[in-house]
C-alpha cells in the first residue's frame, strides 16, 4: 500500500496487500490490476496521502486482516531511509511472529534488478521466496502463485512450479543416460550438479524458489554492524554515519561464510547501554562492529572496532582520518578497508592458500587445462567426464604438483565408474581414481578437495563409512564454508541415521549455493525419511525447478506421494520421469498402493527382469511396500552382494523401516558396518 492512501470504507479484507514506496505505484497498480484480472482482491488505491490516525489504524487492520503482504522492492525503497511503507513492512513482519512456521504470508516482489543480499528489508522477509516483476509486468505464473496460496493459506510456498510436459522432459534428457541406479546417486548427484548458469541467466536466478533458511550458514563467524555513533556535533550529520554503517553491512553480506545482521536489527540498538554480550545473544552473533564518525572541518574521522561479543574483548580496531572531499568515495575506501580488515580477522583461514586452485608453478596452461575439465565435469555425461579425465589429466601433466588437478580427477574417476562402468573397466577407473587421491594428499595434506576426493572414494568402493565420514570431517576442518564438503558429510551422517545434522549441513550448503538443484534433492530425500513430506515436497519441487530434465527427481517426488497414500499424484509424478531406470522403479512403487493387484505385480515383474542386478535396492524397496518382509531382506542380501550404493539410504528409507523391529534388519546393519536402528544417535 505504502504511501498512497487507501479509502478505508471501501477497503476489502483478507485478501492481498499492496505495500510500496510512492515512487513505485505505477509498477504497484500493474500488479494490482494483474491480480484483480484473476479475481483476487487486492488492498491497492492510488488516491491523494491521507495522513491522520483513523487512516493508520485502517492500516494496521488491514495488514492484521490480509491473507497475504506483497512488499515492493526496488531501487527506490532502497534510497528510501524513511518512509509509511517501512512502518508496513514492520508491522507485517511482527505478525509473522504469531503465525505457524509453515503459514505463507510474506510473498516480497523486486520491480528492478535489486539485489536480494543487501537489500534494506526485515529479516523476516530474508526468509521466503521473492519474485522477480520487472516493471511490475506480472506473468501468468505469478498470479497462479497467489491464487495457490490464498486458496491453501496454510501450506508452505512451493512457489509457481509448472510440471513440464513428458515431450520436453524427453527433449531436455535426450542422449544422456539416468545417473545411477539408486537414490543415493541422486544424493551424491547433488555434489556436483551445477545449473548452466548462462541458460538461466541472472534474471531466472533470481527468481528460483528459495526455501526458509532452517540455518544461518557459517554461524560461528557472524557479526552485527551496529549503527556507527555520530560524533559531529552535528545531528544532519547522522546520515553520514548511518550511510557508512549501512555501507558496511552490504560489503560483508557479499562474504560467502559471513552471516550478518540486516540493518532493520542492527538499528535497534543504537544509543544502546547493552553490554556487547547481552546484544549478542539477542542478534546471535559472535562479533559486533561498532565505532564512530567525527566531521571536523573539512575532516572525517571514522573509528571503528570488532568486538567478540563472547567476553567483549576488542580483536581489532582502527581509525581513518580522510579529508572530506568526496563523500561517496570516502565511504567506499573505509568500506572497502574495514571489510577488508574484518575478513582478514575472520575468514582467513577458510581461504588458505592451501585451498587456492591456482596451480603450484604458475602454468596459466595447466590453470587453463583445469578449467576445462571443470567445465565437462559438471555436465555430467559419460562423454564429459571422460572429456573431464582428458583435461585434469593434462593440467597434472603440465604441473605434477598440481594437487587439485589430482583431486579432481580422482572425483572423475570415480563418478565414471559409479555410474558408467562395470566389471574390470570399472575397478580399472577406481585404481586410477585411488591412485589420484593418494597423489592430491601427498602433494598437498591440507587440501579439502583432496580429503574430499579421498572420502568419496573410500564410501564408494570400499564402504568404508567410518573413513569417509573422518575425510569429509577433515575437509570441513580445513575449508569450514566448502559447501561441497558439507553436502559429502551430510550424505554419510544420514547413512549414519543422522537425519538432522544432515539436513541441517544441506541447509548450509544451499545457503552458500543456492544453484544444486541435486542438495535440494538430498534434501528432500532426508525429509521423506523424516516423514516431513510438505518440506520434502518443497525441496524436490525446488529441484525440478533448477534443473527440469534431469533424472531422478520425479522419482522422489513419487516417493512422496506414495508415502501419502496419493495414488493418482504417484502415478502422475512416476510418468514425469525420465524413461528408463528411475521410470521403472518409480512406477513399481506407485503401483503398489493403487489397489490393482495385476498391475502391481506387472510393474514389479518389469522391474525385476531389466535390473534385477542394479536396482537389487530398489526392489527391496518395493517388497517391503508390499509388507514381503522375506523377499525384502532376500533383495537386500543382493543388493550387499552388488555393493549397491542404495543400502546408505537404509537407516532412514521409509518403506525398508518398516520392519525396523525385524531381527534380520540388525543383523544386515551389522553385516554391512552401519549401526542398528536401536543404536542409532549412539555412536562412539
Not at 506483497?70 to 504469531?98: M, N, V
Not at 572525517?300 to 572531499?325: C, F, H, M
Not at 543388493?639 to 523391529?661: K, V
Request: net charge negative; hydrophobic share 40%; glycine share 6%.
Amino acid at each position: 500500500m505504502g504511501e498512497e492512501s487507501p479509502e478505508p470504507a471501501s477497503a476489502p479484507t483478507g485478501a492481498v496487500f499492496l505495500s510500496y514506496a510512492s515512487q513505485d505505484a505505477e509498477a504497484a497498480k500493474r500488479i494490482c490490476e494483474a491480480l484483480r484480472a484473476a479475481g483476487i482482491e487486492v488492498w491497492f488505491d492510488k488516491s491523494e496521502l491521507r495522513g491522520g490516525d483513523a487512516w493508520d489504524r485502517q492500516i494496521r487492520k488491514q495488514i492484521h486482516d490480509c491473507v497475504l503482504f506483497i512488499p515492493i522492492i526496488s531501487a527506490h525503497s532502497q534510497a528510501r531511509l524513511e518512509g509509511y511503507f517501512r512502518r508496513e513492512w514492520r508491522l507485517a513482519a511482527d505478525r509473522t511472529h504469531d503465525m505457524a512456521e509453515e503459514k505463507a504470508f510474506l510473498v516480497p516482489v523486486v520491480i528492478d534488478d535489486t539485489a536480494e543480499r543487501g537489500a534494506s528489508v526485515p529479516d523476516k522477509f530474508r526468509e521466503v521466496q521473492w519474485s522477480r516483476l520487472p516493471d511490475g509486468e506480472t506473468a501468468p505464473a505469478f498470479v497462479e502463485r497467489i491464487r495457490r496460496l490464498l486458496s491453501s493459506p496454510a501450506q508452505p510456498d512451493v512457489g509457481a512450479m509448472a510440471k513440464p510436459a513428458p515431450s520436453a522432459v524427453a527433449a531436455a534428457t535426450a542422449g544422456t543416460r539416468p545417473f545411477a541406479l539408486s537414490r543415493t546417486a541422486v544424493l551424491a548427484t547433488g555434489s556436483v550438479v551445477v545449473v548452466v548458469v548462462v541458460a538461466l541467466g541472472y534474471l531466472a536466478f533470481e527468481r528460483l524458489v528459495r526455501s526458509k533458511p532452517a540455518v544461518q550458514a557459517a554461524t560461528a563467524n557472524s557479526i552485527a554492524v551496529l549503527p556507527l555513533a555520530n560524533e559531529s556535533g552535528d545531528a544532519s550529520q547522522q546520515y553520514f554515519s548511518d550511510g557508512i554503517s549501512e555501507d558496511l553491512i552490504t560489503a560483508l553480506s557479499q562474504f560467502p561464510g559471513l552471516r550478518v545482521i540486516g540493518r532493520t536489527s542492527s538499528f535497534q540498538f543504537r544509543d544502546s547501554k547493552e553490554d556487547s554480550r547481552g546484544i549478542g545473544a539477542k542478534l546471535g552473533v559472535t562479533h559486533l562492529l561498532e565505532g564512530s564518525v567525527r566531521r571536523a572541518g573539512d575532516v572525517v574521522r571514522v573509528s571503528a572496532e570488532l568486538i567478540n561479543t563472547a567476553d567483549g574483548s576488542a580483536q581489532w580496531s582502527e581509525r581513518y582520518d580522510r579529508p572530506y572531499k568526496d563523500l561517496f568515495a570516502l565511504q567506499d575506501e573505509i568500506t572497502r578497508a574495514v571489510a577488508g580488515a574484518l575478513r582478514t580477522k575472520l575468514l582467513l583461514g577458510e581461504y588458505a592458500a592451501a585451498q587456492s586452485e591456482r596451480p603450484p608453478g604458475g602454468s596459466l596452461e595447466a590453470y587453463t587445462a583445469y578449467l576445462q575439465g571443470r567445465f565437462y565435469y559438471f555436465r555430467e555425461t559419460k562423454a564429459d567426464w571422460r572429456k573431464a579425465i582428458e583435461y585434469y589429466s593434462q593440467a597434472t601433466q603440465l604441473d605434477p604438483r598440481y594437487a587439485i588437478a589430482w583431486s579432481r580427477l580422482s572425483l572423475a574417476w570415480t563418478w565414471l565408474s559409479g555410474n558408467y562402468l562395470g566389471g574390470a573397466a570399472a575397478q580399472e577407473a577406481y585404481a586410477k581414481a585411488r591412485e589420484a587421491a593418494d597423489r592430491a594428499l601427498a602433494l598437498s595434506p591440507d587440501l579439502a578437495a583432496a580429503h574430499v576426493a579421498r572420502g568419496y572414494l573410500v564410501q564408494h568402493t570400499d564402504f568404508d563409512w567410518r573413513g569417509a565420514e573422518a575425510e569429509f570431517r577433515r575437509a570441513m576442518e580445513l575449508a569450514p564454508n566448502d559447501a561441497e564438503a558439507k553436502s559429502y558429510l551430510g550424505i554419510q551422517l544420514a547413512a549414519f541415521g543422522e537425519v538432522e545434522p544432515a539436513i541441517d549441513l544441506t541447509r548450509q550448503a544451499l545457503a552458500i549455493e543456492p544453484l544444486r538443484a541435486g542438495w535440494y534433492a538430498s534434501l528432500a530425500t532426508y525429509l521423506s525419511g523424516l516423514n516431513r513430506l510438505d518440506e520434502a515436497e518443497h525441496a524436490i519441487r525446488k529441484a525440478i525447478e533448477l534443473q527440469p530434465g534431469a533424472s531422478g527427481y520425479y522419482w522422489e517426488l513419487t516417493i512422496i506421494e506414495v508415502q501419502r497414500g496419493n495414488v493418482q499424484a504417484a502415478l502422475y509424478a512416476a510418468r514425469q520421469e525420465t524413461p528408463g531406470e528411475y521410470q521403472d522403479t518409480a512406477l513399481a512403487l506407485a503401483r503398489q498402493i493403487g489397489g490393482d493387484q495385476s498391475a502391481a505385480d506387472a510393474a514389479l515383474r518389469t522391474l525385476i527382469d531389466k535390473f534385477a542386478t542394479n536396482e537389487a535396492y530398489q526392489i527391496a524397496e518395493v517388497y517391503a511396500l508390499r509388507n514381503d518382509s522375506n523377499a525384502t531382506f532376500e533383495w537386500l542380501d543382493r543388493a550387499w552382494s552388488n555393493r549397491d550404493g542404495g543400502i546408505q539410504l537404509l537407516l532412514y528409507d521409509p518403506f525398508i523401516l518398516r520392519f525396523r523391529d525385524d531381527p534380520r534388519l540388525a543383523v544386515f546393519c551389522r553385516k554391512v558396518g552401519l549401526p542398528t536402528p536401536a543404536e542409532v544417535g549412539r555412536r562412539t
